[in-house]
């Protein structure tokens, strides 16, 4: 008999389920979103009503504001993420394969995570420019420790059995790392940058806030010193759905490297 048929049977029922919630959902979080705006009696300028959230939406897609400002944003988060994931998996490699050297920088590590980024920017702004460079170089430093991390984790993940039988067969260091370490390291390596893809959007953001004419982060500021506060909703909202298909991306990523990892349909037991 075949025995992953229950639980694939429960995965498509959950994933239904949830299509299912997510209109309900929405429409509850719009409805409570109404009655706190009417119950308070609140005025636009501190609580708009996601009718005049709309309004401003379809206002500044129209004339072409947001998706300007969007794509500056998205154009330093891909760049970001892009150079700290390979900035990290660089250094994480050597790391997970000498303790010696991992006893040595591992303090440094550590000691640059322990700042904020928000206390880094505005040095990186004023050494780089208020330009793309020092939005990149935000978003690259707050996605490096994550994904370094799991670097780390992954490759010692893999078990020295599969290195003696690799080296018993008499494969080179490239094979060992390329059909071996690689792929039994890509799970916990994907993770982390699901993990990144978010982060990058909060470090594009922050960027944006210490210094720039142009962005999300920058709408969000015009929004705020208008008081207009749909404005805000509006490119929060942005960002959202930005790190949404951003981490969406990565899990169909992660669907297509892990192939392998799905048992066949008709395996038994």
């Not at 960002?239 to 298909?245: D, K």
Request: aromatic share 8%; glycine share 8%; hydrophobic share 55%.
């Amino acid at each position: 008999m075949k025995k992953d048929k229950p639980d694939r049977r429960s995965t498509r029922r959950g994933a239904h389920t949830g299509l299912i919630l997510l209109p309900f959902t929405v429409s509850l979080a719009i409805l409570v979103w109404y009655l706190v705006v009417w119950l308070g009696e609140l005025q636009p300028f501190i609580l708009p009503t996601p009718g005049l959230v709309m309004q401003r939406f379809l206002q500044v897609l129209g004339n072409g504001t947001l998706l300007r400002h969007f794509w500056v944003t998205l154009g330093e988060v891909l760049a970001g993420l892009a150079l700290g994931a390979l900035a990290a998996i660089v250094t994480g490699y050597p790391l997970a394969k000498s303790r010696r050297l991992e006893r040595l920088l591992a303090p440094y590590i550590v000691a640059s995570q322990s700042v904020p980024v928000v206390a880094i920017a505005p040095l990186l702004v004023i050494w780089f420019g208020p330009g793309l460079l020092s939005k990149v170089l935000i978003c690259s430093l707050i996605v490096f420790f994550p994904i370094l991390i799991n670097t780390v984790v992954g490759v010692r993940a893999v078990p020295e059995d599969l290195h003696d039988l690799m080296r018993s067969l008499k494969a080179s260091r490239w094979q060992i790392f390329s059909l071996l370490e690689v792929p039994a390291a890509m799970p916990v390596l994907l993770g982390g940058l699901r993990i990144g893809a978010t982060l990058a959007v909060i470090g594009a953001v922050v960027g944006e806030f210490v210094g720039s004419d142009r962005g999300l982060g920058f709408l969000i500021n015009v929004g705020r010193g208008q008081y207009d506060v749909a404005l805000v909703f509006v490119a929060v909202f942005s960002l959202v759905f930005m790190a949404l298909v951003l981490y969406g991306l990565v899990l169909l990523a992660e669907r297509r490297l892990l192939a392998w990892q799905q048992r066949p349909k008709d395996e038994l037991i």
